[in-house]
């Protein structure tokens, strides 16, 4: 029997309080043609047990990135989760709480967010950070909507291997706000400079750049910062933060606005989500920041403690004023990346991304010796990397499945002009023999086949 919360003599007391007499009349204001006029197509209801026994059935069916050996990134990154994030976040007080509006209940909660966002600023190099963002592309619209905002100025202008997704959720964005976005094309890897030059005017609100871009090459963001400035526009860098534990910030190389996803740092693949949007931002834009940001101060009787503050979202001023209309709080992801960089420490996030480099440099060592594969391009990289193949990479890919090895991502699937290129991934937990494998299995091909 399916299961319902309320027995048929509550059923007619509350149906006799609204003078109906059955709940078909709770239904009368959607036209008759509208409804259904049949039962729902579902199976009969089953013992709970029975249930359960299904359910994990169907999740057997279910390869996860544990079973199977990663070598896929493209904006979800498969890095060691310390065990003590899953026990921390997995606390009741933390992930039952949602918005900390009531200071003097929330504390904890505050002061973890407060403590995110000194993170996220010493990281990124910028004077002030929100907690939070929906994820990376929601972050690179927000960041556009700023700069426009700033500037009073409607053309955005950004790089074509920013994140096609988040490329997609900025143009979603920018549409209804009549703000002109204009694309830089790319050369050997990495954003083009004459292209840039070829588009940036003085009516320029910001420019958009991943770094590492979509591709894997390291961006050169002192360079585009300079270009933006001097015509009046902003920087808005879309970055790793794993990257930021041996790279220049993006604040010290002159970005006004540092944005990317924080499911890098101790946050799991999770079938795409959810992850955790980050912004940080100079200080002279503070008050145009979305999301939340958590102040500290003292009480009368001189105590520490913390506040939202500077709150600029319409459930707290007049919708058209606001900031961004953003509502949710990432708080518990944001306390994961949190922890996991408690954990680490400066030096440990540079471990990690010195492995990466030394990992992936590996990678592309044993590769390139494969007959018909080439490493793509020779710009700098910190763990993805792009492979050109004479074989078809769903074959490749096919090949690699077979073997308990998920490949990487077919870029022409984004870039028509980059068929036949592969891009790779390969983070800090892959080991030298499983790398060694890749090639065994990905050479293991005929000419003829």
Known sequence: MPYFPHTKIEEKAMLESMSLTSTDELFLDIPAKLRLKKELDLPSGLPEKTAWDKVHKLAAENINANQYVSYLGAGAYQHYQPKAVGHIISRSEFYTAYTPYQPEISQGTLQAIFEYQTMMCELTGMDVANASLYDGATAVAEGALIAAEATRRNTIIVSSLVHPEYRETLETYLHGRGIEIQV??????????????????????????????????????????????????????????????????????????????????????????????????????????????????????????????????????????????????????????????????????????????????????????????????????????????????????????????????????????????????????????????????????????
């Open 184 to 449: 830089i094309p790319h050369t050997a890897g990495i954003t083009s400079k004459k292209g840039l030059a070829n588009l940036l005017q003085d009516n320029v609100a910001g420019i958009i750049i991943q770094s590492p871009n979509f591709l894997g090459s390291i961006e050169d963001l002192g360079y585009f910062a300079e270009q933006a400035h001097s015509h009046g526009a902003m920087l808005v860098a879309c970055v790793d933060p794993i990257s930021l534990g041996v790279l220049e910030s993006p604040g010290s190389l002159g970005a006004d606005i540092a944005v990317g996803d924080g499911q890098s740092l101790g946050l799991p693949l999770s079938f795409g989500g959810p992850y955790l949007g980050f912004m940080a931002v100079k200080e002279k834009n503070l008050r145009r920041i979305p999301g939340r940001i958590v102040g500290k101060t003292v009480d009368r009787l001189g105590r520490e403690g913390f506040v939202l503050t500077l709150q600029a979202r319409e459930q707290h001023i007049r919708r058209e004023k606001a900031s961004s209309n953003i509502c949710s709080n990432q708080a518990l992801c944001a306390l994961a990346a949190t922890t996991y960089l408690s954990l680490l420490g400066p030096g440990g996030l540079k471990e990690v991304g010195e492995q990466c480099i030394a990992k992936s440099n590996y990678a592309k060592e044993v590769l390139s010796k494969l007959p018909g594969v080439k490493i793509a391009y020779s710009s700098p990289t910190l763990q993805e990397f792009v492979v050109s193949t004479e074989e078809e990479p769903d074959k490749i890919n096919k090949r690699l499945w077979k073997a308990g090895i998920l490949g990487g991502l077919d870029l022409g699937r984004y870039y028509p002009k980059l068929r036949n290129h592969i891009l790779l991934c390969v983070t800090e937990i892959r080991t030298r023999a499983e790398i060694d494998n890749l090639a065994q299995i990905w050479g293991n091909w005929q000419w003829n086949s």
